[in-house]
């Protein structure tokens, strides 16, 4: 009799890809993927802490499992993620949710599988929340769903401690896989026909640090030496560790995209100095004339956090300056969310929400005309894009270059994994729409 799994995932693509790494070790137990939580024999919530609506999120969707959970006892579900690495986050959930029968953590995902087994012999619920252990674990097999794109986590957890950050707390300290693995792993994926990898960690700048192993910079370069057509995509980078060396490697080779997400969060120094960032608005522009130097067509995203705490208008407008100085081609935006166990959060002069809610609409504002104007500059232009899926709803296929824009077109074949240069006629917002050439 066939057995079904349904993962609910929340937050960032890290989430994604360990998101992957569960339907794994499902589909090593005999389990299939299903479309919804009706038919699954087992549901697996992989959370995320980050911001508030996100645990509100996992919360509201556990509670609407009760019903299904009485309808069917045999049903497993289980939560992990960072929301159950929190201290005390565990305990709270058993007491809110008693129908819940695994809880696990971010350190432990790789003893998912015996986990599972564990308690398909026992009627209680197993709940294991190891701590950081500083060891990487090797070996996972996960089930990817999102050809022709591969992630590959390189790093784990953070050593930054920024404020108003949870993720040293759930993720732990930051620790490198060893480059042969790492190496070894994009060769595979090469060779199964992936075209686009995308290296993984919260701070993929800092690389090797503390080992004998090599830079960021140099295990880019010896991914970007590897044969066959693909391209070569990273994230998340942190300011103070963007170095000329990685500036220089980008600008060598091809298959490294020519796009860079390097969050900026604030364009006060004051308010960088409260969230230790380590460095300042002049340090994030001179960075930017070094990226420029070499490699002047560069599209640069960002992250950029308002409302918090202490932040006052002339840092608010600060931030504003920052983001027409740079030009950024696109970001995210976010209203600080107070994160208990952090340090902002026991920090006075907490903002409004009203405040808040204005200052987030005017950067959304600001952002969404960059973004429209660095779209529309494309229009006439023939542009190569790594086709990715069907919009069904267009009928058309898209795709994004290697800057990161969405570019949509016609074709009677399925261009899912090909490479397509399409002219652009006409400019959406963020997306493209052309003709294939």
Same mark, same amino acid.
């Given at each position: 009799?066939?057995?079904?799994?349904?993962?609910? =995932?929340?937050?960032?693509?890290?989430?994604?890809?360990?998101?992957?790494?569960?339907?794994?070790?499902?589909?090593?137990?005999?389990? #299939?993927?299903?479309?919804?939580?009706?038919?699954?024999?087992?549901?697996?919530?992989?959370?995320?802490?980050?911001? #508030?609506?996100?645990?509100?999120?996992?919360?509201?969707?556990? &509670?609407?499992?009760?019903?299904?959970?009485?309808?069917?006892?045999?049903?497993?579900?289980?939560?992990?993620?960072?929301?159950?690495?929190?201290? /005390?986050?565990?305990?709270?959930?058993?007491?809110?949710?008693?129908?819940?029968?695994?809880?696990?953590?971010?350190?432990?995902?790789?003893?998912?599988? $015996?986990?599972?087994?564990?308690?398909?012999?026992?009627?209680?619920?197993?709940?294991?929340?190891?701590?950081?252990?500083?060891?990487?674990?090797? &070996?996972?097999?996960?089930?990817?769903?999102?050809?022709?794109?591969?992630?590959?986590?390189? @790093?784990?957890?953070?050593?930054?401690?920024?404020?108003?950050?949870?993720?040293?707390?759930?993720? &732990?300290?930051?620790?490198?896989?060893?480059?042969?693995?790492?190496?070894?792993?994009?060769? =595979?994926?090469?060779?199964?026909?992936? +075209?686009?990898? @995308?290296?993984?960690?919260?701070?993929?700048?800092?690389?090797?640090? &503390?080992?004998?192993?090599?830079?960021?910079?140099?295990?880019? #370069?010896?991914?970007?030496?590897?044969?066959?057509?693909?391209?070569? *995509?990273?994230?998340?980078?942190?300011?103070?560790?963007?170095?000329?060396?990685?500036?220089?490697?980008?600008?060598?080779?091809?298959?490294?995209?020519?796009?860079?997400?390097?969050?900026?969060?604030?364009?006060?120094?004051?308010?960088?100095?409260?969230?230790?960032? +380590?460095?300042?608005?002049?340090?994030?522009?001179?960075?930017?004339?070094?990226?420029? *130097?070499?490699?002047?067509?560069?599209?640069?995203?960002?992250?950029?956090?308002?409302?918090?705490? /202490?932040?006052?208008?002339?840092?608010?407008?600060? @931030?504003?300056?920052?983001?027409?100085?740079?030009?950024?081609?696109?970001?995210?935006?976010?209203?600080?969310?107070?994160?208990?166990?952090?340090?902002?959060?026991?920090?006075?002069?907490?903002?409004?929400? $009203?405040?808040?809610?204005? *200052?987030?609409?005017?950067?959304?504002?600001?952002?969404?005309?960059?973004?429209?104007?660095?779209?529309?500059?494309?229009?006439?232009?023939?542009?190569?894009?790594?086709?990715?899926?069907?919009?069904?709803?267009?009928?058309?296929?898209?795709?994004?270059?290697?800057?990161? *824009?969405? /570019?949509?077109?016609?074709?009677?074949?399925? #261009?899912?994994?090909?490479?397509?240069?399409?002219?652009?006629?006409?400019?959406?917002?963020?997306?493209?729409?052309?003709?294939?050439?």
């Amino acid at each position: 009799m066939k057995k079904f799994y349904y993962i609910i =995932t929340y937050g960032c693509q890290m989430n994604v890809h360990e998101s992957e790494k569960i339907a794994g070790i499902l589909r090593e137990l005999g389990y #299939e993927s299903c479309d919804g939580a009706e038919r699954a024999d087992i549901v697996v919530f992989n959370t995320c802490c980050i911001r #508030e609506n996100a645990e509100n999120h996992a919360f509201g969707n556990i &509670g609407m499992l009760k019903k299904l959970k009485s309808e069917n006892r045999n049903m497993i579900i289980a939560v992990g993620g960072c929301l159950t690495q929190q201290m /005390g986050k565990a305990d709270n959930l058993k007491s809110k949710f008693p129908y819940v029968d695994i809880i696990f953590g971010t350190h432990n995902l790789h003893k998912l599988k $015996e986990l599972i087994i564990l308690k398909e012999k026992q009627k209680k619920a197993v709940i294991q929340i190891e701590e950081d252990s500083g060891v990487v674990y090797e &070996g996972d097999s996960p089930f990817r769903t999102s050809y022709p794109n591969a992630w590959v986590n390189i @790093t784990y957890g953070c050593n930054n401690f920024c404020s108003y950050c949870i993720v040293p707390y759930v993720r &732990g300290r930051e620790r490198s896989r060893k480059s042969e693995d790492i190496i070894a792993e994009v060769k =595979t994926l090469i060779a199964e026909g992936y +075209k686009e990898i @995308t290296l993984l960690g919260q701070n993929v700048n800092s690389y090797g640090n &503390g080992t004998d192993d090599i830079s960021f910079p140099k295990l880019l #370069e010896s991914i970007a030496l590897l044969d066959g057509k693909f391209r070569l *995509r990273f994230m998340t980078s942190h300011p103070k560790d963007f170095s000329e060396e990685l500036a220089a490697v980008m600008a060598k080779y091809p298959k490294i995209c020519r796009c860079l997400h390097l969050p900026v969060q604030s364009g006060s120094n004051a308010i960088l100095k409260q969230m230790n960032r +380590k460095y300042t608005v002049e340090d994030y522009l001179a960075k930017m004339e070094i990226l420029h *130097r070499y490699i002047p067509d560069c599209a640069v995203t960002t992250d950029i956090i308002v409302g918090f705490p /202490g932040e006052s208008d002339e840092d608010f407008a600060a @931030t504003l300056d920052l983001v027409k100085r740079v030009n950024f081609a696109s970001a995210f935006t976010f209203v600080y969310s107070k994160r208990e166990g952090t340090v902002a959060a026991k920090m006075p002069c907490q903002i409004s929400e $009203e405040v808040s809610k204005s *200052r987030i609409m005017k950067l959304v504002e600001l952002v969404n005309a960059q973004t429209r104007r660095h779209t529309e500059s494309y229009v006439g232009k023939t542009i190569e894009i790594l086709c990715e899926d069907f919009d069904a709803k267009k009928q058309m296929y898209m795709g994004r270059d290697e800057y990161g *824009r969405m /570019g949509y077109f016609k074709s009677d074949v399925n #261009e899912i994994g090909n490479f397509v240069n399409i002219r652009v006629q006409k400019a959406n917002g963020v997306s493209r729409l052309g003709e294939r050439v």
